[in-house]
């Protein structure tokens, strides 16, 4: 099975997040191949068998400016029968701008027919033990679909 993995950050937040989910992975025997935006290109996951997008929210809910092209090249985009999921970091502090951009991934991921089997996740800051089930159950949910 091939699994990607894909994030933004600019505290390291989403990397740890992203690593978290890779780990989470790993325990189902299972790996994911970790990338950062800016060396990517929608069409290098057209074989992935499983993508997830990890992204930050920044100035009232805009997304990341190093994701721009990606997000928009997905309009364009059929990931049909791929499996996808949408995670993201941020402070609740922001208020209704509080991973507004995950969200947004996740509308913009669901217009491509990907399957979408499990709610994205929004972790408050950084990743931390107390978010050890809702990640589980995320992967979970990815994993299970693929069956």
């Known amino acids: 099975m091939k699994i ?43 074989d992935s068998d499983i993508v997830v997008i990890v992204c930050y929210t920044y100035d009232n809910g805009s997304i990341p400016d190093e994701s721009l092209d990606f997000y928009d090249d997905l309009e364009d985009t059929d990931w049909s029968g791929k499996i996808c999921g949408v995670a993201g970091s941020g402070d609740e502090f922001y208020g209704r701008d509080f991973c507004v951009a995950v969200d947004s991934y996740s509308e913009q991921v669901k217009k491509t027919g990907a399957n979408m089997p499990a709610d994205a996740v929004k972790i408050q800051l950084a990743v931390d033990d107390s978010d050890a089930p809702v990640i589980k159950d995320f992967v979970d949910k990815l994993l299970a679909a693929d069956h």
Do not use: M, P, R, S
């Open 4 to 46: 990607d993995i894909i994030y933004a950050t600019i505290t390291g937040n989403n990397e740890l997040l992203a690593k978290a989910i890779a780990q989470e992975f790993k325990k189902h025997d299972q790996k994911a191949v970790i990338h950062e935006f800016e060396d990517t290109d929608v069409d290098d996951f057209n």
